[in-house]
Nanobody, 122 residues
Framework: QAQLMESGGGSVQAGGSLSLSCSAS????????MGWYRQAPGKERELVAT???????IYADAVKGRFTISRDNAENMVYLQMDMLKPEDTAVYYC????????????????WGQGTRVTVSS
């Protein structure tokens, strides 16, 4: 129901930067937690960073100090600024959001985007 749409990603050399954006539908009752996860080839999907509607943030240890998550509550958007990228950051990055939709927030949603690929070469 959130219809998450990611943009950004691409290929970069190690040490470079990339930015990801994710938009959710505008007609949602509330969007609670938004975040980014990633899945590298042959590995399970893992948390990258999450941010609540009141800006409580969690980062995976692997990205602390290099990645920055932010959100625009008015636009239902979440961003991920990725700096000092490493080859091990190569993965498909997925946007995630949960919250409520429908009249008076009667429906709970927990949705994923389609994913955007990030490739970091050494």
């Amino acid at each position: 129901q959130a219809q998450l749409m990611e943009s950004g990603g691409g290929s970069v050399q190690a040490g470079g930067s990339l930015s990801l954006s994710c938009s959710a539908s505008k007609n949602l009752f509330s969007v609670d937690v938004m975040g980014w996860y990633r899945q590298a080839p042959g590995k399970e999907r893992e948390l990258v960073a999450t941010i609540t509607s009141d800006n409580k943030i969690i980062y995976a240890d692997a990205v602390k100090g290099r990645f920055t998550i932010s959100r625009d509550n008015a636009e239902n958007m979440v961003y991920l600024q990725m700096d000092m990228l490493k080859p091990e950051d190569t993965a498909v990055y997925y946007c995630h959001a949960n919250g409520r939709a429908g009249f008076n927030g009667i429906f709970v949603f927990d949705d994923w985007g389609q994913g955007t690929r990030v490739t970091v070469s050494s």
